[in-house]
């Protein structure tokens, strides 16, 4: 796996996963870093599938999470909580951003852009190839771009995260990997790692040379 930075961040489309990739990867992070690792969820655009809802799987695996106080509640547009700024300020903790999905989701992170870019950050494009919006390699790049306009940073690598979820086949994550291997070329950046279940990621073929996750499916 790639050397993980002191704050990660994880973006892509509606559906893309990203929230699973986030949670999944804070806890890897805890349990072989043995450091302080905070989550931190900035979706408030959507209500479901947002890390905040596996809050106590995290405690229980020795994850802070930072939250708005109104997540997985009936407020619309709940704000973002000020102990953001407590990440950025602490260099001995890593820090997972788990951000909104599209171009209204991206949005909240230019609001700390000058203090990402302070840092040693990475930013993940996380990829479905299922997913409408990222099926093909020119609407993936749109996307992959409209992403970095909206949140005013750049991206760092490439997640291949392309599931069915429980339906999810080696020939899915194959199809996303080949997706994501365009979209590398034509954007410039590396394909980080594919991630999906154990069970899922044992049935790829043995000449697979990508870098593997295994996730837990954590979020319902």
């Known amino acids: 796996m790639r050397k993980p930075k002191r704050i990660s961040v994880f973006t892509g489309h509606y559906g893309s996963g990203k929230t699973e990739v986030s949670v999944n ?8 870093t043995k450091k302080d690792v905070v989550l931190i969820d900035m979706d408030i655009v959507n209500p479901f599938f947002r890390s905040s809802d596996v809050a106590e799987t ?11 106080v109104f997540a997985g509640s009936a407020v619309e547009n709940p704000s973002l ?12 903790c890593l820090a997972v951003f788990d951000v909104g999905g599209g171009d209204d989701g991206a949005v909240p992170l230019g609001r700390y852009r000058s203090r990402f870019y302070a840092e040693d950050y990475d930013m993940f494009f ?3 190839e299922r997913r409408p919006m990222t099926h093909s390699a020119q609407s993936a ?3 992959f771009y409209d992403l970095e306009r909206a949140s ?5 690598g490439i997640v291949n995260n392309t599931h069915l979820k429980y339906l999810t086949s080696a020939k899915n994550v194959l199809d996303g990997y080949a997706l994501a291997e365009e979209v590398s070329k034509r954007c410039g950046l590396p394909i980080c790692f594919s991630s999906g279940t154990a069970e899922v990621l044992h ?4 000449g697979f040379g990508g870098e593997l996750f295994p996730l837990k499916l954590r979020i319902d």
Request: glycine share 4%; proline share 4%; hydrophobic share 40%.
């Open 141 to 143: 790049v749109e996307e």
């Open 58 to 68: 995290l405690s229980a695996h020795g994850v802070r999470l930072i939250a708005s």
């Open 25 to 32: 990867y804070a806890i890897w992070l805890k349990e072989t």
């Open 81 to 92: 909580p000020s102990e953001i700024n407590s990440v950025f300020d602490n260099d001995e």
């Open 203 to 206: 049935t790829l073929p043995a």
């Open 152 to 156: 005013g940073l750049k991206y760092t």
């Open 126 to 128: 996380v990829l479905n």
